[in-house]
C-alpha cells in the first residue's frame, strides 16, 4: 500500500507547505485548518527524473525525439511540451493538462514521467510557465 501525502498552498501567505502537514480538528466543523485560504494537493506517487515527487499542480516537462511513425525511424528533432498535472475522474488517475486547457486522456505512467519527465515549478509559485504556448520543435 502506498503512502497518501499532500502538500498545501496558503493563498494569504502565497507560501508552499510540503512538510509534516498538521491539520487539527474542531469538534463541530471538520478540520479547522482548512479553510479557503488553502488548496490541497496530493501526491501523485511518482517521481520525475531528477527523483523529485510529482504532485497535483505540478508543472512538467517532457521532451522526447520525434520518429517517423511508418518506419520507427528516429528523426534527430527534438519535441518539447509543459503540462499540468491534475486530477481525471474520466480516467480515475492523474494525467496532463495542456497550456490550451486540454486534458490528456492518459494516466500518468511510472515508467515514463521517471525517464521522461522534469518538475519545472507549480501553478501557484510559477503560474507563468503555462500562459504561452510552450511546444516547439528544434533540431
Same mark, same amino acid.
Given at each position: 500500500? +502506498? $503512502?497518501? !501525502? *499532500? +502538500?498545501?498552498? #496558503?493563498? /494569504?501567505? +502565497? ?10 480538528? =474542531?469538534? #463541530?466543523?471538520?478540520?479547522? #485548518? ?17 527523483? @523529485? ?11 522526447? =525525439?520525434?520518429?517517423?511513425? +511508418?518506419?520507427? =525511424?528516429?528523426?534527430? @528533432?527534438?519535441?518539447? &511540451? !509543459? ?6 475522474? &474520466?480516467?480515475?488517475? *492523474?494525467?496532463?493538462?495542456? $497550456?490550451?486547457? !486540454? /486534458? ?5 505512467? %511510472?515508467?515514463?514521467?521517471? %525517464? *521522461?519527465? !522534469?518538475? /519545472?515549478?507549480?501553478?501557484?509559485? #510559477?503560474?507563468?510557465?503555462?500562459? $504561452? ?5 528544434? &533540431?
Amino acid at each position: 500500500m +502506498r $503512502e497518501i !501525502k *499532500f +502538500r498545501a498552498w #496558503n493563498k /494569504i501567505t +502565497r507560501k508552499m507547505i510540503t512538510d509534516h502537514l498538521s491539520w487539527g480538528l =474542531e469538534l #463541530n466543523f471538520g478540520f479547522s #485548518n482548512l479553510t479557503s485560504n488553502w488548496i490541497m494537493m496530493q501526491s501523485t506517487g511518482l517521481l520525475d527524473k531528477q527523483g @523529485k515527487e510529482v504532485f497535483e499542480g505540478d508543472v512538467l516537462l517532457v521532451q522526447s =525525439e520525434l520518429i517517423l511513425i +511508418r518506419t520507427g =525511424e528516429k528523426t534527430g @528533432k527534438m519535441s518539447s &511540451k !509543459k503540462y499540468q498535472v491534475v486530477w481525471s475522474d &474520466k480516467i480515475a488517475g *492523474f494525467c496532463g493538462k495542456d $497550456e490550451q486547457g !486540454k /486534458i490528456s486522456g492518459w494516466a500518468m505512467s %511510472k515508467d515514463i514521467v521517471e %525517464k *521522461f519527465h !522534469k518538475i /519545472i515549478g507549480n501553478i501557484y509559485e #510559477n503560474p507563468e510557465l503555462l500562459e $504561452e504556448t510552450n511546444v516547439t520543435a528544434c &533540431k
